[in-house]
């Protein structure tokens, strides 16, 4: 490839989809395919296929009634039939002048008077027809489909596709042997016309088989191998059954053999719920191993991680060593800060030790102090931003990283706190620590199955269930025409003394999307409540004046807050009863859980309405409506994940959740049960006999994304 600067624009796009290598190319497989391989004649066409005619344009106009539109008629000897443009271009018009032999491509529609297709695709009829299904390629707005074919027909014809499956892996689990990786690749990308479309489309086909295979395959290989090198590497072993408090600068007298995990325990205003217990203990018996942790902690919203942190952090403190903290937004960091300090700061101070706070609106002064505090080892604790991973942040010796809403981050600082280990680089103490123990938290389970079989590197805990006397939320669907009653309904809260949230989906109005503009709303609010303050959050607002609305409103004194979804992650407001999601057909199923996870923390009774709008065909979508519908009947974070995946499928699932890029793209979790099984036992044996074969597969298939499976 040329440098970056002298590429065009398309082969700018091609490197942006990750198809720079000619494998990678290769292995772009269509989404779909269109038959243009045959002539349907009208007689013979049922309504509702998808036809391709050859035939002649015999009227041609510009209709306005009832809006404008380009209506062609064409006669293909056997019938007629109407193809209709309701945007077009002149040139298109012209393409279609009376006379015309065309082909045209479009799902046929009956009616009253006989043959329509809207939008269909139309080319002259020249040439022959092509020999092979159309594949279409899944692309970005810069990449023309027909480049892109070329492109990967290229790829495919100058890719090194000689065979990396293990010996006697394919017989094992059944896959035809004629069907080696190239013959498959070079079939799926352009399938003989007698294909059976179906069999393309369920992924039913040997050579679809293959490729599953394969990936599944590779993707096992790699968490083997980052599993395997990870239990090469060493972190601090933090024992929980002490003798002496190791370096705490100042160790309190009398207390010297109460570990501080437990005081913190003492000093709690609850109990751990068994399942916190649970975890609490998963995690601690990790953190007593000198081989790095690699956990995550899931459990659904407002399910009390933060304490089960807040104990690990206590472990790794009273054994010595420094925990960061990393949450994705100011708010939640903030959130936690207060949260930590009131339990934490207690049992630090009296051994001269302190939490940190490290933000991206910090004061340079306040900055320079927090970063001496982290480096100097005397903050025990670091809690903050994005701004704990960057260049200049150094700790003495951290030993454990904990990250909230763990998918929320990037993959690259994800690694970037791992890397902070003895980041101090002062020799003292740590020489020989390479890693920290790294704790990741959501709130977005993936389901428990999905998570072990696919996961191979990453030990999973589960909290799954909530602290005792939360009152279950109420959930309503609402069409956004019965506002007012809504408004009233919020009116009643605020006169018991509670809070309401109003949540809306974009800061601006935009035209193409009627979406409500949460400055417009909060004004209207603000009208129909007088003498309540309705505040505003939202996304374009500086930090400062992000915390100044969310104290307000933390305070009690806001009795309504309205906000982007800002929100989303972690505030905690127990005295608040009422959600309002405004469009919230608009939010995906575990955004909308996440958004109803902010009420029902206190003992209230409380509820979450969601306000749909239906648009002009005064239908909602069918994913939409499921949605909803899941929402209403389920208040089950592990059952809104499992309806989520069967909403959107596992590859989506996982790779928007995970790593801001999919993982798998052929294979399914869900129905290729056997193929991950047989592809989990085989990993294990290919690393070790086949050291360089695996390699080799892992490199082709993942190629540089593979830090993403490990991360
Ligand atoms: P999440 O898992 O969503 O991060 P939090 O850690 O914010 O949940 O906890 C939600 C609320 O429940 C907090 O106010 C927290 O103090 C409280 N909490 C946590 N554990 C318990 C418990 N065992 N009993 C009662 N309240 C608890
Ligand atoms: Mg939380």
């Not at 059954?241 to 005081?263: F, S």
Request: aromatic fraction near 4%; proline fraction near 6%.
């Amino acid at each position: 490839m040329p440098p970056t600067q002298a590429l065009s624009a398309p082969q700018k796009a091609l490197l942006k989809l990750g198809l720079g290598r000619d494998i990678d190319l290769a292995l772009h497989l269509p989404l779909r395919y269109e038959d243009e391989t045959r002539i349907v004649k009208l007689r013979d066409a049922r309504e509702g296929d998808t036809v391709q005619i050859e035939a002649t344009v015999t009227a041609s106009e510009i209709a306005y009634r009832p809006r404008r539109q380009l209506v062609v008629t064409v006669d293909d000897g056997s019938d007629t039939c109407v193809l209709r443009f309701f945007s077009f271009y002149p040139s298109q018009q012209k393409a279609l002048a009376v006379g015309t032999r065309i082909r045209a491509r479009g799902e046929l529609k009956g009616g009253f008077l006989g043959w329509q297709m809207v939008h269909p695709t139309c080319r002259a009829a020249d040439g022959d027809l092509p020999d092979a299904l159309t594949p279409v390629y899944p692309t970005s707005a810069s990449l023309p489909q027909s480049y892109l074919r070329k492109a990967v027909l290229g790829g495919l014809k100058r890719a090194e596709l000689s065979d990396t499956l293990p010996p006697g892996f394919a017989q094992e689990i059944g896959l035809e042997p004629e069907w080696d990786l190239r013959r498959s690749l070079a079939f799926l990308h352009q399938p003989t016309p007698d294909t059976s479309l179906a069999a393309l489309e369920d992924r039913s086909h040997p050579a679809w088989q293959r490729l599953k295979a394969e990936e599944l395959l590779a993707q096992q290989l790699s968490q083997l191998q980052s599993k395997r090198e990870r239990a090469r590497l060493r972190a601090p072993a933090l024992d929980t059954v002490r003798t002496e408090p190791v370096q705490a600068l100042r160790p309190a007298q009398g207390e010297r053999n109460l570990p501080l995990h437990e005081r913190l325990l003492a000093a709690l205003p609850f109990q751990l719920t068994p399942a916190q217990r649970r975890v609490s203990e998963e995690i601690a018996r990790d953190l007593a191993r000198n081989v790095p942790m690699h956990r995550l902690l899931q459990g659904d919203v407002g399910s009390g991680k933060t304490v089960v942190a807040a104990l690990g952090a206590a472990i790794a403190i009273d054994a010595g060593w420094q925990c960061a903290l990393m949450a994705p937004t100011e708010i939640l960091a903030q959130q936690h800060f207060g949260k930590l300090i009131g339990w934490l700061e207690p049992l630090l101070a009296p051994r001269g030790q302190r939490v940190a706070w490290l933000t991206g609106s910090q004061k340079k002064k306040e900055r320079g102090e927090m970063l001496q505090l982290v480096a100097s080892g005397e903050a025990a604790l670091v809690i903050g931003t994005h701004a704990v991973i960057q260049d200049q942040v150094r700790f003495r010796n951290l030993a454990l990283a904990i990250i909230d809403e763990q998918h929320r981050f990037g993959v690259a600082q994800r690694l970037a706190l791992r890397g902070k280990a003895n980041s101090g680089q002062d020799g003292l103490a740590c020489t020989d620590v390479e890693e920290p123990h790294l704790l990741m938290m959501t709130a977005t389970p993936i389901p428990r199955t999905l998570a072990m079989s696919y996961y191979a590197d990453l030990d999973v805990s589960t909290i799954d269930e909530l602290p005792p006397g939360r009152t279950p939320v109420v959930t309503k669907v609402v069409a956004d025409s019965r506002r007012d009653e809504v408004i009233e309904r919020i009116r009643g809260q605020l006169a018991q003394g509670r809070q309401v949230y109003w949540v809306c989906p974009l800061i601006e109005e935009s035209e193409a999307l009627d979406l409500s503009n949460a400055t417009a709303t909060h004004e209207a609010l603000s009208a129909a409540l007088p003498g309540v303050l309705v505040g505003l959050l939202h996304s374009r607002m500086t930090p400062a004046e992000k915390k100044a609305a969310m104290s307000l409103f933390t305070a009690g004194t806001m009795g309504v807050l309205v906000s982007t979804t800002v929100i989303e992650v972690g505030v905690d407001v127990p005295n608040a009863s009422l959600m309002v999601i405004e469009h919230a057909e608009r939010f995906g199923l575990s955004q909308l859980h996440q958004l109803r996870g902010r009420v029902g923390r206190g003992a209230a009774a409380s509820a979450c309405v969601l306000l749909y709008s239906s648009g002009d065909g005064g239908r909602l979508g069918e994913t939409a409506r499921a949605r909803l519908k899941a929402m209403v009947e389920t208040a089950d974070g592990f059952e809104i994940a499992r309806r989520d995946l069967e909403i959107r499928g596992p590859g989506e699932f996982l790779g928007a959740r995970q790593s801001g890029a999919a993982l798998l793209r052929f294979a399914d979790l869900a129905t290729d049960t056997e193929l991950l099984d047989a592809a989990r036992r085989q990993a294990p044996l290919m690393l070790d006999r086949h050291p360089a074969l695996a390699e080799k597969h892992v490199t082709r298939w993942l190629g540089g994304r593979q830090d993403f499976l490990k991360a």
